[in-house]
Nanobody, 121 residues
Framework: QVQLVESGGGLVQPGGSLRLSCAAS????????MGWYRQAPGKERELVAD???????NYVNSVEGRFTISRDNANNTVALQMNSLKPEDTAVYYC???????????????WGQGTQVTVSS
């Protein structure tokens, strides 16, 4: 019923930039908080940044000042601009959204398929 499709991952050198995008589609009535998570090999999935429908943002300390999350409510998209990338940012990045469907009375959590970000020289 709902799809979250990510794009924008890839290989970048340390200090470089990437922009991730995620588009939600389906029978969507409303989207609440949207976020980006990441999971590095051998580690647990962690929240990178999230943004409320009103534009309030939250970042994990390790990306504060380097990453910027934004969203377009009219188009049901969320983006993550990543600057000054470091090797430790290497991970699979996942889009997540809390979505209320036309057929539902409560929000449910949906995930994208993930996109690989590799920071290496």
């Amino acid at each position: 019923q709902v799809q979250l499709v990510e794009s924008g991952g890839g290989l970048v050198q340390p200090g470089g930039s990437l922009r991730l995008s995620c588009a939600a589609s389906g029978r969507i009535w409303n989207i609440g908080t949207m976020g980006w998570y990441r999971q590095a090999p051998g580690k647990e999935r962690e929240l990178v940044a999230d943004i409320t429908s009103g534009g309030g943002t939250n970042y994990v300390n390790s990306v504060e000042g380097r990453f910027t999350i934004s969203r377009d409510n009219a188009n049901n998209t969320v983006a993550l601009q990543m600057n000054s990338l470091k090797p430790e940012d290497t991970a699979v990045y996942y889009c997540e959204a809390r979505i209320l469907l036309y057929s539902s009375t409560r929000y449910s959590i949906y995930w994208g398929q993930g996109t690989q970000v590799t920071v290496s020289s």
